[in-house]
């Protein structure tokens, strides 16, 4: 009997040590699904303003209609993906290029720049962009836990053997930025 104890602790340790790792490592996995279904909500918000943004700006730009059609051709693309993947990323960035060259139109048209619906629908970009930037530090900070322990020992060694993937962070930068009034005395 007394023989059995030492051989429970080495047979049991090892296996309590794997399960609290894969549950770790489970747990931080649905983080970031958690995490992503913010951004992913925020990014909709988005794709829901561009086309009200763009029938504003036609109104006054109907000559830029290359830039705005290929606004709606990325935001649908866009619409499409439901993940962080490199591709996905990729149109997110060539889309908030875009989006931001419809915004500096407005430079070109003082009407537009003085239109009350144009003014609100960007106030409720640079919010959204301001949530969304918000949702992908929470993200990136869920993916960069994971990746610890993904890759450090002894955890990684029962990701390896569970197939544990390592996360993509999420890296596009915001289409449009509140300024900072200059302080003039």
């Known amino acids: 009997m007394e023989i ?28 970031i699904a958690d995490a992503w279904a913010n951004i992913d909500t925020e990014l909709k918000r988005r794709y829901d303003l561009i086309p009200n943004l763009v029938a504003t700006v036609k109104g006054y730009a109907a000559h830029e209609r290359d830039v705005l ?24 960035q060539e889309l908030v290029d875009n989006l931001k060259r419809v915004l500096v139109l407005a430079e070109d048209y003082p ?26 530090r929470f993200y990136n900070g869920n993916v960069r836990d994971y990746r610890n322990k993904c890759e450090s020992f002894p955890s990684n060694i ?28």
């Open 4 to 31: 059995l104890i030492p051989i429970a602790i080495v047979l049991l340790l090892p296996m309590i040590f794997v399960i609290v790792q894969y549950n770790g490592l489970v747990a931080l996995r649905n983080h």
């Open 69 to 92: 059609e290929r606004v709606i051709e990325l935001r649908n693309r866009c619409a499409a993906h439901a993940d962080a993947s490199a591709t996905a990323q990729r149109e997110e």
């Open 111 to 136: 009407q537009l720049k003085a239109d009350q619906h144009f003014l609100k629908l960007q106030q409720e970009l640079v919010n959204t962009e301001d949530r969304i930037q918000a949702a992908r």
């Open 158 to 185: 029962v990701a390896s053997m569970f197939g544990f993937k390592p996360a993509e962070y999420f890296d596009v930068e915001p289409a449009v930025r509140q300024e900072v009034p200059a302080a003039r005395f």
